[in-house]
């Protein structure tokens, strides 16, 4: 019930920010809240910069709507809608670093006075015990540490996909950890910003077509680092503080390294510049894709290790960090020393990323997934046939939609019709529904049905997956009828707990929305997958018409 919750959560935040972002589009070119292109940027045309509005947007939707509102969530909730708003009034009227910093930290304040969230412990970080830090001095080493990570985050988005990549890598890390420490709300909270930035990075991912903005990057460091507070001080927490650290590694070591270099150059910490790892990648040579590709690699790394490690003693983590962290930058000045010399430097692309091998022969082999997703469609089809039992009302609602379906066909005259897979999206929810209500029978000893139908739905959710990631450009799978039906599939997992006092709806609607997108990758095959699904699922559901009658 745990990861179905969460689950829930990511989804919701997920299709919050896919429907919201194209609108942001529209209206920031229509405002002009849009990056203008100079020497120190990548992008060559204006790109509207409020992106961070739809993440914000997706995760307060779905916090809302499935988590309580504890002490810590209404913390971290107010702080991040201060910092929000900075973000948002710099993006549209522009602040000075000064204000900036100063509304961090009154959002730090909020926060820690709402959530009573403060950093108390170092762990043992040097082995000489648990360094614990002084009441007076809680509040203020606090603030430096949440506003040294905002920056941080902020610093980081200057590429396509930079920091919502990150980002991301960070979340999923905090989430793995807070699942193993049986912190629930940790988990949660990483879902829904999870969601939220993945909807995001559809249009943010390389060549961007909006920008996350400070709105973004300044909400989502804000609130990465109250989620490591929250990780790692709470007093049932067995997570080490040094942790997080590993996991933010680049970031918070590129801030320290380019914030200090500029105060030795006596210059602002905030002044702009081009001296960021990312900007040395492209010196090297690299582009714009591949230098994302190598610091996401990084940082991925770095996630790896503090979750495998977590449980390793402080002084050695520390060890390994300062030294790797040096080893990484030594071997960049190296290759900028060397850079001539070294072939593989000079074989980089500009082209996008569909346009690579690498993606057009993933594309292939999601194509050729095709007969797969259609036999485990059938299988799963085959199973509710055979096992399915009707009453008066699903007799009454399957012959509805058996009756609707076969109408739309007879007038459209074609299986691959979208209304015509609109009613069978709403036919695969029926059937999800009442083969559902035979969970506990089993096929042989220790082989339930429940267990066979989740086994292979999880096996159409990983194919579908990887067909829907890597298909042709040209290839157009969803049309606007899909999308509407997918969001009110999202609609109903949402209310169906609280409103309508069902908790199986959800787990009843996940399923048939997988199996609905299994339907939509398989017709794109040609007709006759189409007929012999369209058919199948006709057949199902007059078998079960008849074993209720």
Request: hydrophobic content about 55%.
């Amino acid at each position: 019930m745990f990861n179905m919750h969460s689950l829930y959560i990511f989804m919701v935040a997920l299709f919050t920010a896919l429907i919201i972002v194209p609108f942001l589009q529209r209206w920031a070119i229509e405002a002009g809240a849009v990056d203008m292109p100079d020497a120190r940027k990548m992008h060559d045309r204006a790109v509207p910069r409020i992106g961070g509005v739809a993440i914000g947007m997706a995760w307060l939707f779905s916090l809302l709507v499935y988590v309580d509102m504890t002490r810590e969530v209404r913390g971290i909730l107010t702080g991040s809608l201060v910092v929000f708003c900075i973000g948002l009034i710099d993006d549209l009227y522009g602040l000075t670093p000064r204000r900036k910093f100063l509304g961090q930290i009154i959002a730090c304040l909020v926060t820690m006075a709402v959530g009573k969230l403060f950093i108390y412990q170092l762990g043992d970080l040097f082995g000489t015990g648990t360094l614990v830090i002084p009441a007076w001095l809680a509040i203020p080493f606090t603030v430096i540490a949440v506003v040294g990570v905002v920056n941080a985050f902020n610093l980081m988005d200057g590429l396509d996909g930079l920091a919502g990549g990150i980002s991301s890598i960070a979340l999923t890390a905090f989430l793995i950890l807070g699942f193993l420490n049986g912190n629930h709300l940790v988990v949660a909270m990483c879902a829904a910003l999870l969601g939220g930035i993945f909807g995001f990075l559809k249009y943010n991912l390389y060549p961007a077509r909006i920008f996350m903005g400070d709105t973004g990057s300044l909400m989502v460091g804000f609130i990465i680092a109250f989620l490591a507070v929250r990780l790692t001080q709470s007093p049932e927490s067995g997570i080490q503080p040094l942790v997080p650290v590993l996991i933010l590694g680049l970031p918070i070591a590129d801030t320290f390294r380019v914030m200090g270099r500029r105060l030795l150059q006596r210059k602002s910490p905030f002044s702009p510049d081009r001296i960021h790892v990312h900007h040395r990648f492209l010196d090297l040579g690299f582009q714009h894709r591949f230098t994302v590709i190598i610091i996401y690699g990084v940082s991925l790394s770095w996630a790896t290790f503090a979750i495998l490690c977590h449980d390793w003693s402080s002084p050695l983590l520390l060890t390994i960090y300062g030294t790797g962290t040096l080893a990484f930058y030594l071997t960049i000045h190296f290759l900028r020393e060397n850079k001539d010399r070294i072939p593989f430097m000079r074989r980089d692309s500009a082209s996008g990323i569909r346009n690579t091998a690498l993606y057009r022969r993933l594309s292939r082999l999601a194509v050729l997934t095709a007969p797969a997703i259609i036999v485990l469609t059938l299988a799963y089809l085959l199973l509710a046939a055979l096992y399915s039992s009707g009453d008066g009302m699903a007799t009454q609602v399957g012959f509805v939609l058996l009756g609707s379906a076969a109408s739309l066909l007879y007038i459209t005259r074609d299986a691959r019709n979208h209304f015509v897979q609109a009613m069978l999206a709403l036919a695969v929810l029926h059937i999800t529904s009442v083969l559902n209500r035979n969970d506990g029978m089993e096929l042989l000893p220790g082989l339930s049905i429940e267990s066979l139908g989740n086994s292979i739905l999880i096996s159409l959710c990983a194919l579908v997956l990887l067909r829907f990631t890597f298909h042709d450009p040209r290839e157009s799978i969803l049309s606007s009828i899909d999308y509407l039906v997918i969001g009110i599939a999202v609609f109903f997992m949402v209310i169906s707990p609280g409103i309508l006092d069902n908790l199986e709806l959800p787990d009843t609607v996940f399923k048939g929305l997988v199996l609905f997108l299994a339907l939509k990758a398989s017709v794109t095959r040609g007709r006759m997958p189409a007929r012999v699904l369209l058919s199948s699922v006709l057949a199902v559901l007059g078998t079960i018409i008849v074993r209720g009658l």
